[in-house]
């Protein structure tokens, strides 16, 4: 997993081959699951962030069925960082189907990079009250 992009007071991680779903799978691939648990040992030892997972499609197929699929994608991710012990109230998911792509869906391999799941690391309340009493002093 490597950080795609920081913006207000959020990180953006994403794993670095682009592809963490087959088409028409939520099943995480043996690479992706290695990454994320590293990520959860991570989160663990900073427990002072909150983690939003959001799920993605590629273009083909119903725009319903992408939006389930995205979901689920973003569900996969969310219950494996809970079996490595993340709690799950720091934790929020969301699909957001094909509305978000990374490139055009115009080749096979652009779709593959479309059909991802991206994680955002945002500070907590606790994180941002410590932070503005230090701001303060």
Known sequence: LHVRSRRQRQMCIRDSSGILFATSSSTLNQASRDALRKFAENMNANPDTDIKIIGHTDATGRYEYNMKLSEERAMSVRNFLRGYNVDVARMTSEGVGPDQPVV????????????RVEIFILPNAKMIKEAKEAAGK
Do not use: H, M, Y
């Not at 080749?107 to 059909?115: F, G, I, L, M, V």
């Open 104 to 115: 055009d869906n115009s080749t096979p391999e652009n779709r593959a990079k479309n059909r």
